[in-house]
């Protein structure tokens, strides 16, 4: 079965369900991938998990925020913390 027939069989819209996140296809084969994803709930289910993956992935790749990092109230009771277990006391 081609790409070109009216409806892809489960390989081929496992693969189109990938290429669609690297970019867009054209609208015959988006209506007939849609078409696809509507009748068959185990590619349905594979699309879902491919997206939510994707995000999963983007959201752990976010770049680290620059600079100190801690807010100032935050660093403070850190010093005090560091200060008072040098000198002995313990206080929390």
């Keep these: 079965m081609s790409l070109l027939s009216p409806l892809f069989n489960c390989q081929q819209a496992t693969l189109l369900i990938e290429r ?19 009748l068959c709930p185990y590619c349905k289910r594979y699309a879902f998990q491919s997206k939510y993956i994707a995000r999963q992935a983007l959201a ?10 801690l807010p100032p109230a935050v660093r403070a009771r850190l010093q005090t913390l560091v200060d008072a277990h040098g000198a002995g006391t313990g206080v929390l």
């Design 20 to 38: 669609r996140a690297d970019a867009a296809l054209p609208f015959k084969t988006k209506v007939q991938l849609w078409a696809h994803l509507h």
């Design 60 to 69: 752990l790749a976010a770049p680290f925020p620059t600079g100190d990092g």
